[in-house]
């Protein structure tokens, strides 16, 4: 069991449910406060320099600061169609509390990434427009690619492309602009989209075995635990037998001894005893 598995059986009763209705609503009054009210949504932005001076409602705020700023037509494909079908459909794959400690990951990374750049440079303005969610809002597409990689969308509503390729094109474009602030000198662009994507790292490369959250793998142990759940009555004894070979019939009824095992290469979950679980021919 990982980390994260112990998290969720000791914390996973206070998920969220439904977190990403809520962040679009977030963003939509963000995106309000931003057409008719900017000064305001400024006030509520990520400023560790005035957090400090006691300002402390900017460590909630910041999060209503809209991914999009574009207009209203772009804004409402990035969230409507775009942000909140990806993060519904991770919170059903994933389960609640996993989806939820992902988004609010992000969230305390880049926040802890906008303090320790504030203790180096000491710059304030720089810091509104920096640090905010839109590259956490990118670290949940790329979530959401690794999950779903086969997946087809119309890039553009024209041209479609699996989502493992999307995934690359927009991985090599984050890498060229990191490397094109630090080759410039503006290092502290760079820095929101490494925390942003620290989540992504932390749950893919030490989360472990976050493969058997992909559809397929869902799919397949479902069916196998179906299967193994199902249970059979011998019609002899009466009995209800766990396994059954899908070639002689037999159970462990029949024989205690006999071991039975799920074939991986065939179309299906098909068990075997130990006598054909390698002689019987696969199907496809």
Known sequence: MNWIDKLERKFGRYGIPNLTFYIVICYVLGYILMQFNPALLNMMSLEPAMILQGQVWRLITWVIYPPSTGNIMWFAIAILFFYYPIGSSLERTWGTFRYNLYIFSGLLFVMIAAFLTYFVTGRIYLMGNVFTTYYVSMSVFLAYAASYPNVQILLFFVI???????????????????????????????VPIVASFLNFILFFFTGGRMSRFRPKEVKRRREFQKAVNRGRVNPETGGIAKHKCAICGRTELDDPNLEFRFCSKCNGNYEYCQDHLFTHQHIK
């Open 160 to 190: 479609p492309i699996r989502m493992k390729w999307m995934a690359w094109v927009y991985g090599i474009m984050i890498v060229y602009d990191m490397v094109t602030y630090i080759r410039l000198g503006a290092w502290v662009m760079a």
